[in-house]
């Protein structure tokens, strides 16, 4: 059998352990990491390491809210400090304000029952062309009135109008009330599966959803379709926010192909010398 000169490279690579021998930690490829208070609108923080875009979701809305609040409410995050004495972190916060009755009251926040699943929350698109073995981390606060049930869902299509979003596992429902979830930091950490490899156009966002049969806090919303809060109960349509930090897109760097090449040149020219030493035997 005639084999190219890339698939005996390959094989005497691997005959000679090259590849198992070639391991690389997680990089860190972009992060968002937020230590000072920023005032309102800060819609789009920049990242603190590496390039990237963040954008809320959802905020800019037609909708009604409680208390005849609307409609309509407008993009108005901000970076802050949670309202919890656990912790001196700060956050990105996602919210809206009322642009109609009531403006500046607190009502209106811009969170939704009415906002289809997916639509509310945060999106971070970097550039990951060239890495492997994506991950994610990222602390996620939550006030006690706000949406309890988040989903991790990552795409390749960011800049296409209608990206294709898939699913990260099963969704989050948050505990405690006010405070980071699982009152630990950072708090959430995922890996996409291996097949998802680098792209430029990739991206990741967190957003709210509406409690699921199997969801510990299905019950308390009565199954009635709306969005359930961390206190228990439905969303009360007028408050509430999430806050995020540490925002971190890690991945493994793929080797370049002439780094490759120059492995298995060297596996090749290994094999060769121990053959010519068995020879000389």
Known sequence: MIRSKKSVGLLAAAALGVWGAHTASADVITQWAFNAIVASPDNSPAPTTGSGTAVSLGMTNGYT????????STTSDDITQPNTPATTEYAWRIRGNSNKK??????????????PNYTQGAEFEVNT????????SFDWYCTTQGVANMQI??????SDPSPIWVDV???????????????????ISVSLPSSVLGDSDFAVQMVSVKPVSTDSDYS??????????????????S???WSFNFVTVTGTAVPEPASVAVLGLSGLALLGRRRSKVKSL
């Open 153 to 158: 869902q990552y795409t390749l299509d960011a």
């Open 102 to 115: 009531n403006a500046g009251a607190g009502l209106a926040n811009g969170w939704n029952n009415s906002a």
């Open 239 to 241: 408050s509430g926010n």
């Open 65 to 72: 809210y409680a208390g005849g609040e609307g409609p309509g």
């Open 129 to 136: 062309a060239g890495y492997e073995d994506l991950g994610l």
């Open 169 to 187: 596992g099963s969704d989050y429902v948050f505990a405690p009330a006010n405070n980071f979830y699982g009152a630990t930091t950072p708090n």
């Open 220 to 237: 308390f919303t009565n199954g009635d379709g709306n969005y359930a809060s961390a206190a228990g109960g439905d969303y009360n349509n």
